[in-house]
């Protein structure tokens, strides 16, 4: 996995060096707290992954089946302090997404500025038909409870970005740095992709600045709701 060189990368705001605004701007995590945050993660993580295990193995084959491979997808993430990893996902787009992407956005540039903005499309061309019934119930995300388990992620905190979306973070980005990446979080219950990108980082921000154990689990279980309301998962 590749670092961020904090040293050479700059805030996307001002320039200021990343590792020095961390240094300022992140008060470092009482050990207890964060030795028991990521206990708790590594348990819920090995229990949800014995106990899900069938749904996963049935996932795998009808995805195989349906669409054929491959079946799991890795796609580069922004971890805690700068750290890159792959974040795995069942796969749920064409295997030519990005050229996809970019032919579509040429033929309608009206959805260039959506794009833009969110970093989504609500109707995105590179979405499978079995894709989009995965993405809606959430069920393309469950693997990357393997990357909670490793340490790469956590149960609750920012959904991972790409090194491209640091710039929507502005001063903010070393907030984001600060946490592990959450496979649910505060986003995630307020409306996931109905929320606008300014909002989420909003979201992710408040997020770092209140986090508590307790905390996490109160995310944890207003999930379940949202998971099954569908709200914003496209």
């Keep these: 996995m590749t670092d961020v060189d904090l040293n050479a990368v700059g805030c996307p705001q001002n320039g200021q060096p990343l590792d020095e605004l961390m240094k300022e701007r992140m008060p470092a995590a009482a050990g207890v707290a964060a030795f028991a945050k990521r206990a708790v993660d590594a348990a819920l993580a090995f229990i949800a992954l014995l106990v899900i295990s069938p749904l996963l193995a049935m ?16 796609q580069k993430r922004v971890g805690r302090h700068g750290v890159m990893f792959p974040c795995i996902k069942f796969r749920t787009m064409v295997t030519n997404g990005e050229e996809v992407l970019a032919r579509h956005l040429a033929l309608n540039p009206s959805e260039q500025q959506e794009w833009d903005t969110n970093r989504k499309l609500r109707a995105d061309p590179r979405v499978t038909p079995f894709g989009a019934l995965l993405r809606k119930s959430s069920l393309d995300e469950l693997p990357q409870l393997i990357n909670v388990l490793v340490g790469d992620m956590s149960m609750v905190g920012p959904r991972p970005i790409t090194m491209a979306e640091a710039q929507y973070y502005g001063p903010h980005f070393p907030d984001y740095l600060s946490v592990r990446p959450g496979l649910t979080g505060l986003w995630q219950i307020s409306g996931r992709s109905d929320t606008s990108y300014a909002e989420r980082v909003k979201l992710d921000v408040s997020y770092v600045a209140n986090r508590s154990l307790w ?6 279980a207003k999930t379940i709701p949202a998971v ?7």
């Excluded at 009808?62 to 054929?68: N, P, R, T, V």
């Excluded at 905390?215 to 944890?220: E, L, V």
């Design 59 to 74: 996932a795998c084959v009808s995805l195989f089946i349906i669409q054929g491979g491959p079946v799991f997808v890795t």
């Design 215 to 220: 905390g996490d689990f109160a995310i944890m």
């Design 228 to 234: 099954l309301s569908a709200r914003g998962s496209y």
